[in-house]
């Protein structure tokens, strides 16, 4: 039935005032009113909605944990990529980035930036609309995550609806989710009570109550989320510099660090970092580092981005924790390039809150410099708080007759020679892919996430297909069926079955991904993007030449040395007509016809500064589609530099070498002619 209007009313000051008490409380830290007080409110409007389902709207408070428990994550597109920050972990590499900021600027004087701590949990980004959260999504793989708007929507620091308007009508609020140390133990201790598994730190509990198929679970985990960063997706606009439109996020109803600041120049943010590190142990949440940013948005366009990460930003990461512990074994690893490193089979120990029972000696040369043995008490972290590494030993503690390791002369898998070439630290085993080792690593990364993303097809199921003989090659992954697959060790009819499917799913891809799935050394993500989008033809790419390579956007000689090799390595030109004419792998076709004969034909291009009228990666379709290169860089083989609002370095060496550079009308004007 129909709410009288004393009722409406009544409903619209309950949820205000509710929201009110929830930002002085999860936001704030602050409460003005005492819990029982809130619940008194919180149930006079739960038995109003329930009299009035009619005034029950998606951002009313009790809605928080109103969602059904889902079967399954869906994928969120990203309406900008989340990138990736470079790590700094001395002081000299952010003296670095700092004096590459100034160059790109061509500033001699001091930059301001802006400084946060680096929190420890996981990255979200939230999507509102006419003030409403919409949509949530895991960071993913940058440009695609996973919906969780579920599960973030019952996180109390969250706002449901934006407050103090006027703000965008169209926001991409970027955030670590995160659990405070208290909450984890709080956490911890219940679950002990209760005989279930503890969670090893509170970045895994925070990850692990995130990713709840039900968000009544999540709503009772002690959650809370900090903002970095917005967008504007549509209809509105920001301010001018980074740390404004934090302090605006903050009106809006986020929840900021209190040690956030804005600092002057390499000397801020040093002693930023020194500030903030002495506050490490007494913050009631995790951080691993700080974070500076270029403050100024029109500089940060100037400077730029790289593939995955922006050149205006760095983390300055803090010293990992180191513990002790002992060396029970050092075995030789083969890698898919047939790169032989040394590996420290360790008495487990708990580093940061993970256990750590292998550690990396990197290469030969580093074992020996560091001068590892068995038995020996080493000091032992994970490096950037990610790759367990040992940083030194205890001589003092070593034991008699501790022998020095040496390099072997062949490999431990397959009998080959291992070779070091002179002047390379890595050393590499000779047998290819006659060697078993090398092969379950290049299936392993063929059918990785990233690459052919095969569900269901993990590493103990490749080690048992190359060790059977089942699978020589990728393109043998793709002649599986069924029969083959049940006698395996543990694989039943239905696995079987999900595995083939999953297999013909995967021949659908991009074309990027398949030449990512190559393990062409020296290649990944972004590199293979590149190629992809450059030349656009599978056949076209084998058949190019290392100079041709190099006009590739961060194609340097040594990767097109890497990329001109392996296409013309016959075995290797065999397996992928395999996958693409026998197999059956496919990508979409460009779907841009290349015309010849016109002005742009031919030429080369570099783009810089920012185009009003069109995107850069339009500016570039339309330069390819007419038969023109798009390069990163200006060198003598630039034909035209294409310039528009604050334009960086490249028009000043465009210029200092004679190269012509046209603004966008020019360009325009050349396009249609």
């Not at 501790?402 to 002179?422: F, H, M, W, Y």
């Not at 569900?455 to 043998?476: M, T």
């Not at 500016?619 to 023109?628: D, F, H, L, T």
Request: charged share 25%; glycine share 8%.
């Amino acid at each position: 039935m129909d709410a009288p209007p004393d009722i409406v009313d009544r409903v619209a000051r309950l949820r205000d005032d509710i929201a009110f008490h929830q930002h002085c409380y999860y936001v704030l830290d602050d409460p003005v009113i005492p819990d029982t007080e809130f619940d008194r409110l919180f149930q006079q409007l739960i038995e109003l909605e329930r009299l009035y389902p009619s005034l029950i709207v998606s951002d009313s408070p009790t809605q928080r944990v109103g969602a059904k428990p889902v079967s399954e994550f869906r994928n969120a597109q990203h309406s900008l990529p989340m990138l990736s920050l470079e790590n700094a972990f001395d002081e000299e590499q952010v003296v670095s980035f700092d004096r590459r900021v100034r160059d790109r600027l061509g500033n001699s004087g001091v930059v301001s930036y802006s400084a946060e701590p680096k929190l420890d949990g996981i990255a979200i980004s939230i999507r509102y609309q006419q003030g409403e959260l919409v949509l949530a999504a895991t960071r993913g793989d940058g440009m695609t995550g996973e919906d969780v708007t579920h599960n973030v929507r019952t996180i109390g620091a969250v706002p449901l609806r934006l407050r103090d308007a006027p703000y965008p009508e169209d926001l991409e609020v970027r955030g670590e989710i995160f659990m405070p140390k208290s909450g984890f133990e709080e956490l911890n201790e219940r679950a002990r009570a209760a005989g279930e598994k503890t969670f090893a730190n509170p970045r895994n509990a925070a990850a692990g109550s995130l990713r709840q198929l039900d968000p009544k679970v999540t709503a009772g985990r002690p959650l809370s989320m900090f903002v970095y960063a917005a967008n504007v997706v549509d209809a509105g606009q920001l301010p001018a510099c980074h740390s404004q439109t934090l302090l605006k996020l903050r009106d809006w109803g986020f929840k900021l660090p209190t040690e956030n600041a804005v600092v002057e120049g390499v000397e801020g943010c040093i002693a930023f970092y020194n500030k903030v590190r002495a506050l490490r142990d007494e913050l009631p949440y995790d951080i691993d580092g700080v974070v500076y940013k270029v403050d100024d948005y029109e500089l940060q366009s100037i400077i730029g981005n790289v593939s995955r990460a922006p050149r205006w930003a760095i983390a300055h990461k803090f010293p990992a924790q180191e513990e002790l512990t002992l060396v029970n074994a050092i075995e030789f690893q083969i890698g898919r390039t047939g790169a032989v490193t040394p590996v420290a089979r360790l008495e487990p120990v708990s580093v940061g809150g993970v256990t750590v029972s292998n550690a990396t000696l990197h290469n030969i040369d580093e074992l020996h410099r560091k001068d590892v043995r068995v038995g020996d008490t080493v000091s032992v972290r994970r490096a950037g708080d990610v790759i367990p590494e040992v940083v030194s030993v205890l001589k003092e503690r070593r034991r008699k007759g501790a022998r020095i390791v040496r390099l072997p002369s062949k490999c431990p898998i397959c009998g080959s020679d291992v070779i070091q070439t002179e002047g390379e630290a890595i050393a590499r085993c000779s047998g290819g892919l006659t060697c078993n080792a090398q092969m379950k690593e290049t299936l392993k990364h063929f059918v990785s996430r990233r690459a052919l993303d095969v569900e269901g097809l993990g590493s103990k199921l490749i080690d048992q297909l190359v060790e059977r003989g089942l699978v020589k090659n990728p393109a043998d992954l793709f002649g599986l069926n069924q029969a083959k697959l049940q006698s395996l060790d543990r694989m039943g009819e239905k696995s079987a079955d999900n595995l083939v499917n999953a297999l013909n799913a995967s021949k659908e891809t991009t074309l990027a991904r398949f030449l990512y799935g190559l393990g062409i050394r020296e290649v990944g993500e972004a590199t293979a993007m590149n190629l992809a989008n450059h030349f656009r033809d599978l056949n076209v790419l084998m058949k190019a030449s290392a100079e041709e390579l190099q006009e590739v956007s961060d194609v340097g000689p040594i990767v097109a040395q890497h990329v001109s090799g392996f296409f013309h390595q016959s075995h290797n030109r065999a397996v992928i007509q395999q996958l693409v004419k026998k197999r059956g792998i496919h990508w979409p076709k460009p779907e841009v016809s290349i015309e010849s004969g016109t002005p742009i034909s031919g030429k080369t291009f570099v783009l810089t500064g920012t185009l009003i009228g069109m995107t850069r990666s339009e500016a570039k379709e339309r330069i390819q589609s007419r038969g023109g290169k798009v390069a990163a860089a200006v060198s003598s083989k630039t034909d035209y530099v294409v310039f528009g609002k604050n334009p960086g370095s490249k028009i000043d060496k465009a210029q200092n070498l004679g190269i012509k550079t046209i603004d966008e009308d020019g360009f325009s004007d050349l396009l249609n002619r």
